[in-house]
Antibody, heavy 127, light 108 residues
């Protein structure tokens, strides 16, 4: 059974960089069938996609966060990571990592969906 | 950017059928996915590619997608179905994952 586990500091100071790691177990992050991604949810609010990465390092980012986000992958450790710079209180949220299934037809990708999620980790931005 | 519109809340009587809509421009041309999120828990995929159920999801959950509206239908609603439900698509024009704002389902 695939499992994803987020790890990292639960408290980050304003203007600093938020760093989280997602460890994947029960499956290989190097599979050609999946992307891996980060989603966040501010308290009492909806889901916001942050970005996604392929095992090769290819990435997609939410344009509203792109200037502050870096997602990377370490296939040797079966992990992928999120860095969000210059954080403010508005970045306080539960951060989830997830696996993305890929919808493909010959020669094209039609979309992605999140089929496995981590339990989430609350990150609070406060001095 | 592409937007998905969901009602803030939907109520259904116990044992009846609940329908949660997700509106978007020509959404029928996209693959729509639905997630259930209970308080304090991570979201769970309940429908993918408009109408497909992952293993372990009851047959009571079904989906459809046409024109400008996708619909998640929950038949014979149970108290355990109370949750927030989110629709999601991939916008290929901007290479972005898009979530709807979420709908709170109440079972009366």
């Amino acid at each position: 059974q695939l499992q994803l586990q987020e790890s990292g500091p639960g408290l980050v100071k304003p203007s600093e960089t938020l760093s989280l790691t997602c460890t994947v177990s029960g499956g290989s992050i190097s599979s050609s069938s999946y992307y891996w991604g980060w989603i966040r949810q501010p308290p009492g609010k909806g889901l916001e996609w942050i970005g996604s990465i392929y095992y090769s390092g290819s990435t997609y980012y939410n344009p509203s966060l792109k200037s502050r986000v870096t997602i990377s992958v370490d296939t040797s450790k079966n992990q992928f990571s999120l860095k969000l710079s210059s954080v403010t209180a508005a970045d306080t949220a539960v951060y989830y990592c997830a696996r993305l299934g890929i919808i493909r037809i010959v020669g094209a990708t039609l979309g992605y969906y999140f089929d496995y999620w981590g339990q989430g980790t609350l990150v609070t931005v406060s001095s | 950017s592409y937007e998905l519109t969901q009602p803030l809340s939907v109520s259904v009587a116990l044992g009846q059928t609940a329908r949660i809509t997700c509106g978007g421009n020509n959404i029928g041309s996209k693959n729509v996915h639905w997630y259930q999120q209970k308080p304090g828990q991570a979201p769970v995929l309940v429908i993918y590619r408009d109408s497909n159920r992952p293993s372990g999801i009851p047959e009571r959950f079904s989906g459809s997608n046409s024109g400008n509206t996708a619909t998640l239908t929950i038949s014979r609603a149970q108290a355990g179905d109370e949750a927030d439900y989110y629709c999601q698509v991939w916008d290929s024009s901007t290479a972005c994952v898009v979530f709807g704002g979420g709908t709170k389902l109440t079972v009366l």
